[in-house]
């Protein structure tokens, strides 16, 4: 009992040293924490929701959606390569057109050439145009451009060169939508449902918020939790604690655990270069998503 008292009296004291923190106006809503990043960067991940999931553009501060689909629960977000085992062997692809006004449009057309027997489907660059392939060289994308003009004429193609920081999402081994986007990031939240918490599976692990993709530069793909900042706290408790624990030492853990992360947001974070503030492991504070939540992690929170 007694290290339980010094406990909580430690974290009273952090409190109070730090209550200037919370007077600011520039605090965050939300935290970006790093799961797969630097050398546990991943070539592909599997994002899934019960509720169907909302696909979009996240860039300036803006998140767009691109694809929103009760029905789609799960997809895999992979690097745009022809062939995971070649180091770089990012693809080519061939484009039919020029731009479509919205996906509707472009998805018309991508359906068009797969009934065709091509792989065709929608691409996002800032505006949305439709591509077939994933060719390892661009004479095998000339190759069937030659046969795509005879058999059908009506059309302008041309071949896309590779760009590393291209994203397939994938759904039932099909290219559904590529992410090509240089300027913004790809980004995937689960629709809301009701009452229900909005909850994204990351290769089976439930987070809370969105999930963001960003391809870095001479890496494989960093995937980011983007969470609101008190909803990182219930895991943040439940991880680092146990949500049998008193609720007053919780209490005192909420209070540690927000002063900290507010202290790293508004200093700038900690990896900010990488586009994420924190990451999930005890370097800053261990977090470990909705299942380590509790009703007492959250009323201690509050």
């Known amino acids: 009992m007694k290290c339980l008292r010094f406990f909580i009296i430690l974290n009273i004291l952090i409190l109070l040293s730090c209550m200037n923190l919370f007077a600011q106006d520039n605090i965050p809503e939300n935290v970006r924490i790093g799961l797969y990043y630097l050398k546990s960067a991943v070539n592909s991940v599997e994002l899934s929701s019960d509720t169907g999931l909302d696909i979009g553009c996240f860039i300036n501060d803006t998140y767009t959606s691109l694809l929103k689909d009760k029905t789609l629960k799960t997809i895999i977000a992979k690097k745009d390569n022809y062939n995971f085992d070649v180091p770089n062997s990012y693809a080519y692809h061939i484009q039919i057109g020029s ?44 190759n069937d451009i030659s046969k795509l003009k005879k058999g059908y004429p009506g059309y302008i193609y041309s071949v896309i060169n590779p760009n590393a920081k291209n994203v397939q999402i994938v759904s039932d081994n099909k290219i559904k939508l590529m992410f090509a986007c240089n300027t913004g990031n790809f980004q995937v939240n689960s629709i809301p449902s009701g009452s229900l918490p909005n909850i994204c599976g990351i290769n089976g692990v439930k987070y809370r918020g969105a999930v963001r993709i960003i391809r870095q530069t001479n890496s494989d793909m960093t995937i980011i939790n983007v969470v609101n900042l008190e909803q990182y706290l219930y895991s943040v408790i439940g991880t680092e604690m146990s949500s049998g624990w008193p609720i007053e030492a919780l209490k005192a853990q909420a209070v540690a655990a927000r002063t900290y992360a507010v202290k790293l947001l508004t200093s700038g974070g900690g990896y900010t270069e990488y586009g994420y503030d924190m990451n999930n492991t005890t370097e800053f504070q261990a977090y470990k998503g909705y299942s ?10 509050y």
């Open 292 to 301: 380590k939540e509790g009703p007492s992690c959250i009323q201690a929170v």
């Open 99 to 142: 731009t479509y006004t919205n996906l509707y449009n472009a998805q018309n057309l991508a359906n068009a050439f797969v009934k065709a027997g091509y792989n065709a489907y929608p691409s996002y660059d800032g505006s949305f145009r439709v591509w077939i392939g994933a060719y390892s060289g661009s004479n095998y994308a000339n």
